[in-house]
């Protein structure tokens, strides 16, 4: 008999070093493949040309979000760091534009660098702001979008990077106007009409009887008269308010929300003065800020009043203090009165804090209405500036520290106080300058008009003291034929209908 061999089974080698053979052939296998497609990749970009560039887009050195770069004939947007990413045939042509800035094209060669820069020249707008009459004003504030501009001295300005759309332009004592800007335009002309006040002083003590304020609410109703001129601080350093000012010398006598609230019922535009620098309790009660004399005593003037040292910064704060209030109180405009040096009694012995020859006087007094107005504004309300009547007709500051071409620089409008009864006999070879009250004012506003170059509205005092309910009206018409505004100063708010043009 036959034996059959007997088969042994198959079993798997235990050497470890076939195992790492087949795992290594496995791993070259695999990169083959990654080895062939890079190839493949590179070969695709190779036999199409395509490269990754980064385009930054920036104009005035600022990356510009929201950029459209054309390229390859697809549109790509700009991020908010200015910089898109592209994947494009090289060389290539590039085109970028943004709101504002004039198109740029540019040609691309290669994708070295981190990125391609691409500036954007802003578009320039040359634009001009008059008032009716044809001439510019300075000191606008222009307004596109983000952009701004302030005009020049004849009103002129430049907006770059100006956004198609509406322009607003502004300047206290103006209405505010919204000017429409085409697409690709290049100019732009406004034109900003003044507020006229035509306006009469109400007395504290006016303010503070409801009849005698209502009867002259009546009066303004059936007048042209559209504007209020009250008092928080007078002469005497009171204040006539319960202020919530530190050390304010209170005394008083009516409160400022009722008559606002009824004045500004009455479509009134409302006015507070408040005097500045003549101040005997403030100078007394802080005598570092008082003008002092020889022997370091507080000065006063021939009346027995102490002043407060322009010259010292330090004395400027009160008054500002008490404009920001009556501008949170509800006041359209403050105006600074006595924004002045002392005049009378022995000014030869003053001591000032700094030296004040005239140049220092004007740039001291012009610099505190500066800084009065920088503050006030942010609070909303227009500044004014009292001035004497006779600087309207010298060339000099008369020893006040008060020049019409600095101060129109400084405070939004200005108000000379021409009264013909201060003048004296032989003004103009006027026997009684009183008598002719048309002539003195259109005299002063002749002379004093072309001097107001910084931008300043010219708004006299007129008197309505001392003379006729005609003679007031001459006065009137002398400012208007002028252009201008005017208030009536009445120290008791005195007035009467027939003082008063109609509607």
């Not at 592209?86 to 740029?104: D, K, N, W, Y």
């Not at 222009?142 to 952009?147: A, L, M, Y």
């Not at 009694?345 to 209405?369: C, L, M, W």
């Not at 003291?465 to 007031?472: A, D, M, Y």
Request: a negative charge.
């Amino acid at each position: 008999m036959r034996r059959t061999k007997r088969r042994r089974p198959f079993r798997r080698s235990k050497n470890p070093q076939g195992e790492t053979s087949r795992i290594f052939r496995l791993a070259r296998s695999l990169a083959t493949i990654v080895l062939f497609a890079a190839a493949a990749l590179f070969g695709y970009q190779f036999l199409n040309g395509t490269e990754t560039v980064v385009v930054s887009v920036v104009g005035n050195n600022i990356p510009l979000e929201g950029a459209v770069v054309l390229a390859g004939g697809s549109e790509h947007i700009t991020g908010p760091d200015g910089t898109v990413e592209l994947s494009i045939r090289l060389p290539a042509e590039i085109e970028a534009t943004a709101v504002g800035f004039h198109r740029a094209i540019m040609t691309i060669d290669s994708a070295a660098g981190d990125s391609t820069r691409v500036a954007l020249s802003p578009i320039i707008v040359h634009g001009l702001v008059t008032d009716p009459g044809g001439k510019g004003i300075p000191g606008a504030l222009v307004h596109s979008g983000e952009r701004s501009a302030v005009t020049g001295a004849d009103g002129a300005f430049e907006l770059a990077s100006a956004q198609p759309g509406l322009v607003t332009i502004s300047k206290p004592g103006y209405s505010t106007i919204a000017v429409p800007l085409a697409a690709g335009a290049r100019s732009l002309e406004a034109v900003l009409e003044p507020f006229l006040v035509k306006g009469m002083r109400i007395s504290p003590a006016a303010a503070g009887d409801n009849a005698r304020f209502a009867s002259l609410l009546v009066m303004a109703e059936d007048s042209v008269i559209n504007t209020f001129v009250f008092d928080t601080k007078d002469e005497k350093g009171a204040v006539r308010y319960e202020s919530n000012v530190s050390g304010a010398a209170k005394r008083v006598v009516y409160n400022p929300a009722t008559v606002l609230t009824q004045a500004k019922d009455a479509g009134l535009y409302t006015i507070t003065r408040i005097v500045t620098f003549q101040d005997a309790p403030r100078a007394r009660n802080n005598p570092d800020t008082a003008i002092k004399d020889a022997d370091g005593a507080i000065w006063v003037d021939a009346a027995g009043q102490a002043w407060l040292d322009p010259t010292n910064p330090d004395s400027w704060e009160y008054p500002i203090a008490l404009g920001v209030e009556a501008c949170q109180m509800g006041f359209d405009e403050i105006q600074f009165d006595y924004a002045r040096f002392p005049t009378d009694g022995n000014i030869e012995e003053i001591v000032y804090t700094q030296p004040a020859d005239e140049e220092v006087r004007v740039a001291t007094i012009s610099a505190f209405i500066s800084r009065a107005a920088e503050l006030i504004h942010d609070e909303g309300c227009v500044v004014s500036a009292d001035i004497f009547g006779i600087v309207m007709s010298t060339s000099n500051d008369q020893g006040v520290g008060q020049r019409v071409t600095d101060l129109s620089s400084a405070a939004d409008a200005i108000s000379p106080m021409i009264y013909p009864s201060h003048y004296a006999s032989g003004w103009r070879n006027l026997d009684q300058p009183n008598d002719y009250p048309g002539i003195v004012v259109g005299d002063a506003l002749a002379t004093g008009i072309p001097k107001a170059t910084g931008g300043a509205l010219l708004r006299p005092w007129l008197q309505a003291f001392s003379q006729s309910p005609e003679q007031v009206r001459e006065s009137i018409a002398a400012a208007e034929a002028a252009g201008l505004g005017w208030m009536l100063w009445s120290q008791e708010s005195a007035f009467i209908p027939a003082m008063l043009p109609k509607n």
